[in-house]
């Protein structure tokens, strides 16, 4: 198996660890057993639930600030997976220009056949075509009516025929070899993504599977093409202990290389990474610190009366070696810091 099909596989572990917390109440997510196998439902530790629910918490508050305060701000998600962060946006209403996932091209077909097959999550997509009706149950034959017994099937929604790609309005599901900045910047501009409009852009553990100068390289090709634009990225970080060996141990055995550990030395690399790159107003913080201090506490209260943990040193000691952070090329992200 190459590192790329292993790096692939870590969508499925991340959305049945997802799937399993929002069974458990830790939060609400109506759409993401649909991408699930009943493996998701299989028993988690609850250091992991509660892990998932800090890093969904801490994504999703910034992305809420940052539409909040940029009505016509796009949100460009790398190696999205599975992840349904664009329907709880639809759900709650919220404002955008345009919404882009990208992921390689197998994610990419599985989440386009999912969405399709599931009538819950192709309803959220606008369409503009006429859809006949098919609430009919009886049909005219002359002057006699007899039941509609092999009524119509609702048609496919138009934007998921395709298996390789969507382009809707504000939103568009396409690959990429994030690696490849001159590919990343046709299929961008191919979605009709504005470089002048606010963006966000959203990497949850995408770099570390980067070399460094391939990382550096996207980062600087986002801060010098995108007018205002925001890294948000949630990764490893203070690798170089004990702690840090058994988890790259662990990545290893599963043939998932991490060729950007260097830049997980600590949170100073991380943002050195970023300020030499052009985003220059940065904040990275220790997940363990946005758990204690930035994330709302009665959250907290809540979340930890779910399961019972007897000891916290293993959900502590995880959450130092994950951060969470945002850099920006514009100081006006300051205000969706944590």
Not at 6 to 20: G, H, M
Not at 159 to 183: F, G, M, P, Q, V
Not at 299 to 309: A, Q, Y
Request: hydrophobic share 35%; charged share 25%.
């Amino acid at each position: 198996m190459s590192s790329d099909e292993a790096i692939q596989l870590t969508n499925n572990d991340a959305s049945y660890c997802k799937s399993y917390a929002i069974s458990k109440g830790y939060w609400s997510d109506p759409y993401l057993k649909y991408f699930c196998s009943s493996h998701s439902l299989e028993h988690k530790a609850p250091e992991i639930s509660r892990g998932y629910y800090a890093r969904v918490n801490a994504i999703r508050s910034c992305v809420y600030k940052f539409i909040e305060k940029f009505d016509n701000g796009q949100v460009i998600n790398l190696g999205a997976g599975f992840d349904t962060l664009y329907f709880d946006l639809i759900d709650k209403n919220l404002k955008f220009k345009k919404y882009i996932e990208i992921d390689f091209g197998r994610i990419v077909s599985s989440k386009i056949r999912l969405m399709r097959s599931k009538r819950a999550l192709s309803d959220k997509f606008p369409r503009t075509d006429t859809i006949e009706s098919t609430s009919e149950t009886t049909q005219t034959q002359g002057d006699f009516k007899v039941p509609n017994l092999f009524p119509k099937a609702s048609p496919v929604h138009p934007s998921l025929k395709s298996n390789s790609e969507i382009h809707l309005e504000n939103y568009d599901l396409i690959s990429a070899d994030l690696r490849n900045t001159d590919e990343l910047d046709s299929k961008l501009k191919m979605c009709g993504v504005s470089f002048k409009l606010p963006t966000l852009v959203i990497a949850e553990c995408v770099l570390v599977y980067m070399s460094l100068d391939k990382s550096s390289n996207l980062l600087k090709y986002l801060s010098e093409n995108f007018e205002q634009t925001g890294f948000l990225n949630y990764e490893q970080c203070n690798l170089k202990d004990k702690f840090g060996d058994i988890m790259m141990a662990n990545m290893q055995a599963r043939e998932c290389r991490l060729e950007g550990t260097e830049a997980c030395s600590s949170l100073s690399t991380q943002m050195e990474r970023f300020i030499n790159n052009g985003l220059n107003n940065t904040q990275v913080i220790t997940m363990s610190d946005f758990y204690k201090n930035k994330m709302d506490q009665d959250e907290r209260h809540r979340i930890e009366s779910i399961e019972f943990l007897d000891e916290s040193e293993l959900l502590f000691q995880l959450m130092d070696h994950y951060c969470i952070g945002i850099a920006s090329n514009s100081p006006v992200f300051k205000e969706i810091f944590f």
